[in-house]
Structures are given as structure tokens and as C-alpha cells.
């Protein structure tokens, strides 16, 4: 049996999730770590911004993965990615992500970036950015996700102020919209 059809073999039936059961912000949060390389350089000696777009993109679908319990989760938008600093050939770049907010079927996120210099200690923080997944049932279409369920004032605060921002942007995209409406 070749790779490709394990993968699809493995993921054909995976248990029924409880999308009653709510999940808190710990329970999917994850860090991924990866010492940058001479291939993730760029022009400039730097460590690529593609290559960092890259590692946000993985690590945040773990957390996805981990809080819809489905491996198929896909992403639908980059709400933002700002780049704050460069991080260096030799750096170890840390990925720290946490969900942010839940919809019905879709997921927001949190991404911090550092790199570490492991000579000097150093640490910077490089880059921040909030990922949207959906998650895709059987039939390729969106399914729903548990709920994210504050455990404590902290995750209940982080929680709020992603509901806020929600709202927030879901303003601005219907606003575009009906600019977009006007000019056509």
C-alpha cells in the first residue's frame, strides 16, 4: 500500500466527536519548534518570510486538529500576519498557538512567532498572525466543532476579546461588500 492511500485509508472513519462537549483554550494549545537552515534563507540572509508563513500555517492546524478532533480541517482566511523583526539562519523559530474563538464550524487561531538566538539566549518575538480553519465533514462541506469553553477569568477574557475583533472584522467585510455592490 503507497503512502497517499494509507492517509486516505486512516481518515475514512474517524470516531463521532461530541460537539456538545466544549473544550477550553488549553486543551489544543500547542508550540512547534524548528532550527532555520542555509534552505530557509532569503536574498536578504534572513530567514524567509514564506518559510515562516509556512511553519504558522502547520502549527496552527494542529491546534484545529486538536480542538475539532478532525483531520480535516482547512484554512479559509489569514485574518492577519504582521512581521515585527527578522529571524536569522541558525535561530530556532518557536510557533506558540492557541484557539482564540469558535464558530459553528470554523476556528480562530492566536499565533505568536519568536526566534531564539541558542548561542546568546536572546529571544525576539517576530511575528504574530490569526489563521481561520474550517473543518470539513465527510462530504467535504463545513461540520461543526465543539464550542470553546472558558476554564478560567484568563481564557474568558482572551475568549471575549476574540468575540469583539470577530465582530468587528464580519463589520468591515459586510461594509466592503456593499462598497463593492455600489461599484459594480
Known amino acids: 500500500m503507497n503512502p497517499f492511500e ?6 475514512q472513519t474517524h470516531p463521532k466527536v461530541d460537539v456538545t462537549q466544549g473544550r477550553s483554550i488549553a486543551f489544543s494549545r500547542s508550540t512547534t519548534r524548528r532550527l532555520m537552515e542555509l534552505i ?21 492546524a494542529i491546534v484545529a486538529i486538536k480542538h ?13 500576519f ?3 523583526a527578522p529571524a536569522f539562519i541558525g535561530d530556532v523559530v518557536s510557533v506558540h498557538c ?7 464550524t470554523s476556528m480562530e487561531v492566536g499565533v505568536e512567532v519568536m526566534a531564539e538566538d541558542v548561542i546568546t539566549g536572546e529571544v525576539r518575538h517576530i511575528a504574530s ?4 480553519y474550517v473543518a470539513l465533514g465527510a462530504n467535504r462541506k ?9 476554564a478560567d477569568d484568563e481564557e474568558n477574557a482572551i475568549i471575549e ?3 469583539i475583533r470577530r465582530i468587528r472584522m464580519q463589520k468591515i467585510d459586510e461594509e466592503a461588500k456593499q462598497a463593492k455592490e455600489i461599484k459594480d
Open 40 to 60: 530557509d534563507a532569503n536574498a536578504h540572509g534572513n530567514v524567509h518570510g514564506g518559510v515562516i508563513m509556512r511553519m504558522v500555517d502547520e502549527a496552527a
Open 82 to 84: 504582521d512581521f515585527l
Open 129 to 132: 498572525s490569526y489563521v481561520i
Open 98 to 104: 492557541e484557539m482564540r474563538y469558535v464558530g459553528r
Open 6 to 11: 494509507r492517509m486516505v485509508k486512516r481518515y
Open 68 to 80: 475539532s478532533q478532525n483531520p480535516t480541517v482547512v484554512t479559509a482566511r489569514v485574518e492577519r
Open 161 to 163: 476579546q476574540a468575540r
Open 142 to 150: 463545513p461540520t461543526p466543532v465543539p464550542p470553546l469553553v472558558p
